[in-house]
């Protein structure tokens, strides 16, 4: 059994700032990816920011609407991906998930695993 838990969403105004957190517990033998993607009322969901394994190290990448506004890190050792977010303007407003490709045992397919959404509201 996997579970994601994020935390972090809110309300806050055109401009500022927040940061997302992601939590991986349960079975699991490694990561190989963490993400985050989101869904605006009416739209279906996109991808914003991932960061995945590569040997030595993680390779990120962004959607072209954040990119230079958001930031993806990650912390292997907790299981915990983050999304720190700056600049933020009303079209960032969404539900945010956060997604984990996990391998649960040596040698088996990793499985993408959600979790269950946060509310972000960009608004003044």
């Known amino acids: 059994q996997v579970q994601l838990v994020e935390s972090g969403g809110g309300l806050v105004q055109p401009g500022g700032s927040l940061r997302l957190s992601c939590a991986a517990s349960?079975?699991?033998?490694?990561?190989?990816?963490m993400g985050w993607y989101r869904q605006a009322p009416g739209k279906g969901r996109e991808l914003v920011a991932a960061?995945?394994?590569?040997?030595?190290?993680?390779?990120?990448n962004y959607a072209d609407s954040v990119k230079g506004r958001f930031t993806i890190a990650r912390d292997n050792a907790m299981k915990t991906v983050y999304l720190q977010m700056s600049s933020l303007k009303p079209e960032d407003t969404a539900v945010y998930y956060c997604?984990?490709?996990?391998?649960?045992?040596?040698?088996?397919?990793?499985?993408?695993?959600w979790g269950q959404g946060t509310q972000v509201t960009v608004s003044s």
């Open positions: 997604s984990a490709d996990i391998q649960q045992r040596a040698f088996s397919s990793p499985i993408t695993h």
């Open positions: 349960g079975s699991i033998f490694s990561i190989a990816a």
């Open positions: 960061i995945r394994t590569i040997t030595g190290g993680y390779v990120p």
